[in-house]
């Protein structure tokens, strides 16, 4: 249970990020609103705020979190972008994600 409640934890962090980065991106490259960039800010403090929910060292849920910010910018590619990943981008979305499980919950001494 604890690694699919980090999963979705980092999940929903990585598209609190992803959104504060993509409504700048329309506004400097797709010419829309100004005021997109302010759902862009706070979409970006929920990104932070979510980062700080994680039971461990800050170092260690950005290095994992890294992984699943992969992954979900991979589906944001097929679902926003409307580009269907490669097998490669699929390859490489399963070893970061496999990069975070180890990260996240390999045994550690007390």
Do not use: N
Not at 66 to 83: E, K
């Amino acid at each position: 249970m604890a690694v699919l409640k980090s999963f979705a934890l980092f999940a929903l962090t990585a598209v609190a990020e992803i959104l504060g980065c993509y409504l700048p991106w329309l506004w400097l490259k797709e010419g829309k609103s100004i005021l997109l960039l302010l759902p862009a800010a706070l979409s970006l403090a929920t990104f932070a705020w979510l980062l700080t929910l994680h039971p461990t060292a800050a170092g260690r849920v950005y290095a994992a979190y890294g992984g699943v910010y992969i992954c979900v910018a991979v589906l944001w590619l097929w679902a926003v972008d409307g580009i269907k990943p490669s097998w490669w981008d699929l390859a490489g979305s399963a070893v970061a994600v496999t990069g975070m499980l180890i990260i996240m919950f390999a045994p550690r001494p007390a």
